[in-house]
């Protein structure tokens, strides 16, 4: 089994954000400073772990999308909620 890296999981977060409309820097720069993009998919490392949050103002809240975890386990949990994501869309289009 192959390891899971830093690079492989920003690349993953990148077509997250892509896919979904949203802002891909978690940051932008400003006359006034740096500004969060609410919406923008982001890593969270800590402990030694990994999650999925998402910014949800312009102050740098975040939301929790997956808990801490190993790289390989935040992996599979971030094509899990890109498939529910994508089932979603597909049954909205249905209707």
């Known amino acids: 089994m192959q390891r899971v890296t830093d690079k492989q999981l920003e690349a993953v977060v990148r077509r ?3 896919m979904t409309g949203s802002p891909v ?3 932008r720069r400003t006359a006034e400073g740096l500004v969060a ?3 923008n998919f ?3 490392y800590a402990y030694g ?3 999925l949050v998402r910014m949800s103002n312009s ?3 975040i939301s929790t999308v997956t808990s801490y975890n ?3 386990e935040c992996l599979s949990e971030i094509f899990a909620f890109r498939d529910g994501y994508l089932s979603a869309l597909s049954n909205i289009h249905k209707n």
């Open 25 to 27: 820097e978690p940051y």
């Open 42 to 44: 982001h890593l969270d």
């Open 70 to 72: 190993t790289k390989r």
């Open 59 to 61: 102050g740098g809240g």
């Open 37 to 39: 993009n609410p919406g």
């Open 16 to 18: 997250l954000n892509e």
């Open 49 to 51: 772990k990994v999650r």
